[in-house]
């Protein structure tokens, strides 16, 4: 990307619009925008013969005419094609970005939404493929780590082929951190949260007023878990932790096909199924990762050089002794672990390769629910092999081919986190109404341990409060000499930073004791975190105790104590 002075960006900018025969005003200061610090989920994978009206009335930006909800911008594509402008913008402010985009010149594009702060050399905040024939949402975001004065955002197609972009509906939207993370707790408190009211009476059915009741949460309703390595197995202080901790499981190499069968027929389950029973003793829920990775450094060596027809044989077998095994055992399975950016088994088996996959592995375990699992999809928007409009068509292609997929699956290999990005990407992968989950979470090990943390805490705490969100895996299995990015321990179970931030938000998302008298109605009320329940209650010197849960729902739960 070319840098340019702050003369000749706005010059630039100026050439633009006069080449373009429109008018661009430019952004209101943050502080005379609209904004009640309300977020707004919409959004849309589905292409529309007409723009949506924009987000937030625009937001900050003054848009063709005021009147006029949508409002068009035509660019021409090229190395830089300004859109709008927008002046001082402020640090640390979380900025989400939506708009309409529709081609000329070519049937489909991948077109990138990027920022040009101060001449500071541009950014992506956000992606979308657009078409020629309707009109695609784009929605993305950005923190800036500095005040800027003047900043261009501009629609590029991602291979610089010659082609009219049209936008609409343009909307920037500022939050402080304050309002971020006053919606994160509001839509937590709404979400992961219900109210509860524990009635008690006595035996002719009377209210029992002035009695003590005490609620302790038992187990959590949403998984949060961590992978773990052969290394938990015989480590009891390991296990402790680990069970004390997390609800969830996924085992980080032990399933893959190169360890299950490293040589052709010489099947080696031992490890797994140890690994199975410690994670089913405890009550450990446990995702399968992976049945097949189109990665071919990650395929077993025997069977890189198979022809296309002992491949299939292979494949169909590695189904079979794997799943048939473990039938019923494992919620989830990865089938075809990163498709989008590798080919191993699609380029020797046909396009259809993962429809097959997926196909065979529901037969085989009808009862687990069958993911997609990709990386960089929420981490960045600058890899273009895997933006969340490539995954949508992916996942929509397998789906129309007869796959039965049923679950997303988002890696979240950090490096610095883009939180308003990645609340945009969940909002459009959100419109598919299947379980999302975070699969393999850590922060990359370039940054120091106290930066670790916070990024971590960032992710973690934007992944836990939107709605669509089902289910979190850290990808920190823990190994003698570390782990693959980020280790929440040491070997010795002393926690590091990151394993201190993860402590903290466990503590935070559960119920702490909840204890109080009954009202003049015989009642007590609480908001608790979704989960399994123990409820006790004395009065005089009786005691009666009951078990309950809290499932979602938008009621107040009502249990009803006799004593």
């Known amino acids: 990307m070319r840098r340019f002075s702050l003369h000749a960006v706005r010059y630039l900018v100026l050439w633009m619009l006069l080449r373009c025969g429109r008018e661009l005003v430019a952004a209101v200061p943050p502080g005379q925008s609209r904004n009640h610090g309300w977020y707004d989920y ?17 937001g900050i930006l003054r848009f063709g005419n005021s009147n006029d909800p949508t409002g068009y911008r035509t660019t021409e594509t090229g190395v830089f094609s300004p859109a709008f402008v927008v002046y001082n913008l402020n640090k640390t402010t979380m900025y989400t970005f939506s708009s309409w985009v529709k081609l000329e010149g070519a049937s489909s594009a991948l077109i990138t939404a990027r920022l040009a702060p101060d001449n500071a050399g541009a950014r992506c905040i956000g992606t979308v493929l657009a078409r020629n024939d309707c009109w695609a949402f784009l929605k993305g975001g950005f923190v800036l780590d500095w005040p800027t004065q003047t900043s261009v955002i501009f629609f590029q197609n991602a291979d610089k082929t010659p082609m009219k972009i049209t936008v609409a509906s343009g909307s920037l939207q500022p939050f402080t951190p304050d309002q971020w993370s006053m919606h994160q707790k509001d839509t937590i408190r709404k979400r992961r949260k219900r109210m509860a009211t524990i009635h008690v009476a006595d035996q002719q059915g009377g209210r029992v007023v002035g009695a003590s009741v ?6 959590k309703d949403f998984p949060f878990g961590s992978a773990i390595a052969s290394t938990i197995l015989g480590n009891q202080a390991y296990q402790k932790w680990f069970v004390d901790r997390f609800n969830a499981a996924v085992f980080e190499d032990e399933l893959k096909w190169y360890s299950t069968e490293p040589m052709s027929g010489q099947l080696r389950f031992d490890v797994p199924d140890q690994m199975l029973a410690f994670v089913r003793s405890h009550r450990v829920m446990v995702r399968g990762h992976n049945i097949f990775w189109e990665n071919q450094d990650a395929t077993p060596s025997w069977v890189k050089g198979l022809s296309p027809d002992d491949l299939r044989a292979a494949v169909n077998g590695r189904i079979q002794n794997l799943m048939t095994r473990y039938r019923g055992e494992f919620a989830h399975w990865d089938v075809n672990n990163e498709m989008l950016h590798y080919n191993f088994y699609e380029q020797r088996l046909g396009a259809n390769a993962s429809v097959e996959f997926f196909s065979v ?40 081919g007869g796959a039965v997929l049923e679950g997303i699956g988002l890696e979240g290999h950090f490096l610095k986190p883009n939180i308003p990005l990645m609340r945009a990407v969940l909002d459009k992968l959100a419109t598919l109404g299947l ?3 975070f699969t393999e979470i850590d922060i990359s090990n370039r940054y120091d341990a106290q930066t670790q943390a916070v990024y971590l805490e960032q992710v973690l705490r934007e992944a836990y409060s939107h709605p669509a969100v089902t289910g979190v895996m850290l990808w920190t299995a823990l190994h003698p000499n570390g782990c693959y990015q980020m280790c929440l321990t040491d070997w010795n179970l002393n926690n590091l930073p990151v394993g201190d931030v993860v402590d903290r938000l466990l503590q935070e998302w559960q119920t702490g004791q909840a204890a109080g008298p009954t009202d003049a109605h015989g009642a007590y ?18 005691t009666s105790q009951a078990t309950f849960s809290l499932s979602p729902g938008d009621e107040t739960r009502h249990i009803n104590i006799q004593i």
Do not use: H
């Open 42 to 58: 919409t959004a849309y994978t589905d292409c529309r013969g007409q723009p949506e009206p924009a987000l937030y009335n625009g």
């Open 214 to 219: 005490s609620v302790r949460q038992t187990a």
């Open 361 to 400: 592995a529901q037969d085989a375990d009808p009862l687990a629910t069958l993911f997609m699992n990709e990386f960089n999809v929420i981490e960045t928007c600058d890899d273009v092999s895997s933006t969340v409009d490539t995954y949508v068509a992916k996942l929509k292609d397998l789906r129309a």
């Open 435 to 437: 379980p999302i989950w």
């Open 525 to 542: 009320s609480f908001s608790g975190f979704l989960g399994e329940y123990i409820v006790s209650v004395t009065y005089a010197n009786s």
